[in-house]
């Protein structure tokens, strides 16, 4: 009965270690594949911010674009005035 006892024990020893093992190398995976997701949406936030930053350029220059284009239209009134 005590060798039976013993290799219970041994046995239940092994599945613990083993599953341990298994645990440890999901956890290494899963560490992994995460560093590898937050990679990718590092690249893809840099990519967001540099479009943005494009955008943005764009819309300062048709905002420039724009005031011009209102005093233009001022002194093209102020020209029809002067000639009536």
Request: net charge positive.
């Amino acid at each position: 009965m005590t060798e039976a006892i013993i290799i219970a024990v041994i046995a239940a020893a092994g599945s613990v270690l083993g599953q341990a093992l298994i645990a440890g190398s999901s956890r290494k995976k899963d560490a992994a594949e995460r560093a590898r997701l937050d990679e990718r949406t590092d690249q893809r936030l840099l990519a967001i911010e540099h479009e943005l930053n494009e955008l943005k350029a764009q819309v300062r220059e048709h905002n420039g674009l724009k005031q011009d284009i209102a005093a233009l239209r001022a002194d093209v009134r102020n020209l029809e005035k002067s000639k009536v």
